[in-house]
């Protein structure tokens, strides 16, 4: 589904990672961890092609991203859902309306859609917030909301960034939950987390490969988590 081969990416004149060879296979749980500021944020912007790498070849869904038009980028991304780090809404549009953009922009019928965007809003929780405005939401229900958004569109893969940060243990549990419903459901999930107990929590529940940013390079992580 998702394919990078050799792959590095340079950023203010210097290499942020190098030699980067993955595979996001259908149904494949990945976490991927390392310390802040070693590229976890740009290796998941690779792969659903907002950065291009500097070397190396990435592929989408059997496509070579570097051989594909800004319209096909854009239509191959509907098959990829992100759950940013910063969860941005429009602040003036109710939490419903704002899940429901994805839709809008991608020509849905939004009347026809109704009954899914209500059963998706119950299954992250949020029935009771339909109405509220983001400014409003806690922020464990604006990383619910964000993940409920990145969804809408049956993806078949779902990449998150640090999607437990700014939430209590408690959450972060029920946050991974929904993620490993998802990939139970056949979804292909990679999470990029600096929470290394969390990764731990999941074992039990996924059958997870955990991979590692480590001297700009993706490693397999050791049994040491």
Known sequence: MIDLENVAYSYGGGE???EISLKLAPGSFHFL???SGSGKTTLLKLCYGALMPTAGHIRLFDEDLRSMERDDIALVRRR???VHQDCQ??????LADNLALPLMVSGRDLLAEQANLKELMGWVGLTARADALPPEL??????RAALARAVIMSPDVILADEPTGNVDWEMSQRLLRLLVELNRMGKTIMIATHDLALIRAAKSHVQARVLRISNRRVQLAGADL
């Open 16 to 18: 942020l990672l190098s």
């Open 33 to 35: 961890t390392g310390p």
């Open 80 to 82: 990829i859902g992100v």
């Open 89 to 94: 809404f429009l602040d003036h549009l109710p």
């Open 138 to 143: 806690s922020g464990g229900e604006r990383q």
